[in-house]
């Protein structure tokens, strides 16, 4: 499986401010990228995901940057809001998906 | 997307029972489904790869006697934690991913396990 790590585990953000996440990954021949959310008491829940041969890829208030040349993701929330405290992962590879520490986002009213 | 159920959503045994968590995938079919246990403010350790109409896979330090998984169909595997002690206490997650994309994995809700 894919080794994948955050950097930072917590963040707190203010309400209505953009946050990002930030993901590195060991494995160069990774091509495909999950980030998921999980809240307290429940399963992970997908969010989005990308290819390595995309660079950018946006959701709904989310958006994944990949920069393949340092092994790093990133993952963009516009517009904060207190339903997006939880827990967030990045995984990689499409074998096994194994789960780095997660970042604890933390939002401020 | 996808819609992954987990039962039940928590139990609570007697020292020495065993206890079945079921995983089933409702509007798709999971020729793979992985298994996975997560402690407080820890992140999820895989347990093991289940895949239909073949044994289970199982990570290393997890005893596959103790943690039994059935993968019967494509749309459902269960795991049986066997003679359970309280060190078994913990948050079971399951998850399945999608026969014909094989990319995107969904999960279940979880199961908390305590043993008393």
């Known amino acids: 499986g894919e080794s994948v790590g955050l950097h930072l585990p917590t963040l707190s953000v203010q309400e209505g401010d953009n946050s990002i996440i930030n993901c590195a990954y060991s494995n160069s021949a990774s091509d495909y990228f999950i980030w998921y959310k999980q809240e307290s008491g429940k399963g992970p829940q997908f969010i989005i995901d990308i290819r390595s041969n995309m660079d950018k890829r946006q959701g709904q208030r989310v958006t994944v940057l990949l920069n393949k040349t340092v092994k790093h993701l990133s993952l963009q929330i516009a517009a904060t809001q207190p339903g997006d405290s939880a827990v967030y992962f990045c995984?990689?590879?499409?074998?096994?998906?194994?789960f780095g520490t997660g970042t604890k986002l933390q939002v401020i009213p | 997307g996808a819609v992954v159920s987990q039962h039940p959503s928590w139990v609570i045994c007697k020292s020495g029972t065993s206890v079945k968590i079921e995983c089933r995938s409702l509007d798709f079919q999971a020729t793979t489904m992985f298994w996975y246990r997560q402690f407080p403010k820890q992140s999820l350790m895989l347990m093991a790869t289940?895949?239909?109409?073949?044994?289970?896979?199982?990570e290393q330090g997890v005893e596959k006697d103790k943690f039994l998984i059935n993968h019967a169909s494509l749309t459902l595997s269960t795991l049986t934690v066997t003679s359970a002690h309280p060190e078994d206490s913990s948050f079971y997650i399951c998850?399945?991913?999608?026969?014909?994309?094989?990319?995107?994995?969904?999960f279940g809700s979880g199961t908390q396990l305590s043993v008393l």
């Open positions: 289940s895949n239909e109409g073949s044994k289970a896979t199982y």
């Open positions: 995984v990689g590879g499409y074998q096994k998906v194994t």
């Open positions: 998850s399945a991913r999608e026969a014909d994309t094989n990319e995107k994995l969904f």
